[in-house]
């Protein structure tokens, strides 16, 4: 069983993805360099900030060493299997994220379309919220703006207001009374 594992042919292929891993793992470094040289070629006059440079040699790092195992599975006869687990999960990751990042959004937007539709807060009412208070100027799918006492101006989240209670008077003065 084992002489049928590791036959010549397997030898063989082994050694040449280990070969094809080594030279990723080599030219990625360089490849990556070279990225950064170029994004500073390009903007001569301007000032890249540091963290994008980086952050573009380390996608370019990890671009190449990717390519080198997809290579490296395919010498050995495995990339359609393992390319396509690698396809679902990464499919999977980007709707997690995707989910966790607009569920805010969605939710506030909604709560914006109930905040209009029963037409609860308009501008030119004294609207307080927990330790927000002020003149609303602004009421959008996203959020309420106020103006402060002293000039200042607040946006509240409608999801913040559909999660608190709020009152809304005709002015300032009702507010204190």
């Known amino acids: 069983m084992l002489e049928e594992i590791f036959t010549q042919d397997f030898v063989v292929r082994s050694a040449a993805a280990s070969i ?6 080599i030219s990625a470094r360089y490849v990556a360099q070279f990225g950064g040289w170029v ?3 390009i903007n001569q006059d301007k000032e890249i900030a540091y963290a994008f440079e980086e952050t573009v040699k380390s ?11 997809i290579a490296a599975l395919n010498r050995l006869g495995l990339a359609s299997t393992v390319f396509s687990i690698v396809i679902l999960v990464v499919t999977l990751i980007v709707a997690l994220v995707l989910f966790l990042v607009l569920r805010d959004l969605i939710t506030n937007l909604f709560s914006g379309l109930l905040i209009k539709n029963k037409n609860l807060i308009k501008p030119g009412k004294y609207l307080v919220v927990g ?6 100027t602004k009421v959008s799918a996203t959020g309420v703006t106020l103006e402060t006492k002293d000039g200042g101006s607040i946006v509240i989240p409608n999801l913040f207001l559909s999660k608190n209670k709020f009152a809304v ?9």
């Not at 190449?64 to 195992?69: P, Q, S």
Request: net charge positive; aromatic share 8%; no cysteine.
């Open 20 to 25: 094809i891993i080594i030279f990723g793992l």
């Open 39 to 41: 994004l500073r070629k």
């Open 59 to 69: 996608a370019l790092r990890y671009a190449v060493y990717g390519l080198a195992i």
């Open 131 to 136: 330790d927000s208070k002020g003149t609303v």
């Open 169 to 177: 008077h005709n002015s300032e003065n009702k507010e204190k009374a």
